[in-house]
């Protein structure tokens, strides 16, 4: 059983994006379906879901360092990847990537989760420094700079494509510590992705806890159902 984070030694926290402060709307598969329409093809919303859940988690990013290693040219490559294969039926893949490579990059496609306010306030009143570190591309910066409920709050924004590695490598925690001036040990790494997020954070010195909004995943790591329980553990701690 791995420990609880120590919360007496936490001075930042590095808050994962897309599953954790940010969810796409219209969702994915939406996003995806109407782009074919647009160019003509009908697709069932939930074979496209499918296609895209496979194709996401089997493309793996090799930048030219390696496993992990990543550019902003290494993410758009694999995104075109991705795109040609969730949607082959399209008679102009170029433009549908283009499409939806705009379309991910405007905040209004994406939306907070409710209890991200309420989160992000009681940090910030703890006199807790606020990190967003996410495997995303300089898109990012736009979509959090442009949601009111995020931009005010984040005191440090660590891009995989901007720092040259993605998570789970130990080089994207190195690049959160320097981004927030803190050891690692006193910063608290809280994300959705149990590798990328909790074990990488771990391995790389750093307190983890897994956001699990669904509670589905059987792990044997601490865990909070959203980010309400993440401020309860604080108190509880207290």
Same mark, same amino acid.
């Given at each position: 059983?791995?420990?609880?984070?120590?919360?007496?030694?936490?001075?930042?926290?590095?808050?994962?994006?897309?599953?954790?402060?940010?969810?796409? $709307?219209?969702?994915?598969?939406? &996003?995806?379906? *109407? @782009?074919?329409?647009?160019?003509? !093809?009908?697709? #069932?919303? /939930?074979?496209?879901?499918?296609?895209?859940?496979?194709?996401?988690?089997?493309?793996?990013?090799?930048?030219?360092?390696?496993?992990?290693?990543?550019?902003?040219?290494?993410?758009?490559?694999?995104?075109?990847?991705?795109?040609?294969?969730?949607?082959?039926?399209?008679?102009?893949?170029?433009?549908?990537?283009?499409?939806?490579?705009?379309?991910?990059?405007?905040?209004?496609?994406?939306?907070?989760?409710?209890? $991200?306010?309420?989160?992000?306030? &009681?940090?910030? *009143? @703890?006199?807790?420094?606020?990190? !967003?570190?996410? #495997?995303? /591309?300089?898109?990012?910066?736009?979509?959090?700079?442009?949601?009111?409920?995020?931009?005010?709050?984040?005191?440090?924004?660590?891009?995989?494509?901007?720092?040259?590695?993605?998570?789970?490598?130990?080089?994207?925690?190195?690049?959160?510590?320097?981004?927030?001036?803190?050891?690692?040990?006193?910063?608290?790494?809280?994300?959705?992705?149990?590798?990328?997020?909790?074990?990488?954070?771990?391995?790389?010195?750093?307190?983890?806890?897994?956001?699990?909004?669904?509670? *589905?995943?059987?792990?044997?790591?601490?865990?909070?159902?959203?980010?309400?329980?993440?401020?309860?553990?604080?108190?509880?701690?207290?």
């Amino acid at each position: 059983m791995s420990k609880q984070p120590n919360w007496d030694l936490i001075a930042g926290i590095v808050l994962d994006a897309v599953g954790t402060l940010i969810k796409p $709307v219209p969702s994915v598969a939406d &996003a995806y379906t *109407e @782009a074919a329409r647009r160019q003509g !093809v009908e697709l #069932n919303r /939930d074979e496209v879901r499918a296609r895209f859940n496979r194709h996401f988690q089997s493309d793996e990013v090799r930048g030219d360092r390696g496993i992990h290693s990543t550019d902003e040219a290494t993410e758009i490559r694999r995104w075109r990847r991705i795109v040609t294969k969730v949607l082959p039926e399209v008679p102009d893949p170029q433009t549908t990537f283009a499409e939806l490579w705009d379309h991910f990059g405007r905040p209004e496609s994406w939306q907070c989760f409710p209890d $991200v306010a309420p989160a992000l306030r &009681a940090i910030h *009143e @703890a006199g807790i420094a606020v990190c !967003v570190g996410s #495997n995303f /591309d300089s898109r990012l910066r736009r979509v959090v700079m442009g949601l009111p409920d995020l931009s005010w709050a984040v005191d440090a924004l660590v891009i995989s494509s901007e720092v040259g590695f993605r998570k789970p490598h130990a080089s994207f925690f190195e690049a959160v510590c320097q981004r927030l001036g803190l050891p690692a040990w006193q910063i608290l790494c809280v994300g959705d992705d149990l590798e990328n997020d909790v074990r990488g954070a771990m391995r790389a010195g750093l307190s983890a806890l897994l956001l699990d909004r669904g509670a *589905e995943r059987p792990h044997d790591f601490p865990h909070v159902p959203d980010l309400t329980a993440l401020l309860d553990s604080r108190l509880a701690e207290a």
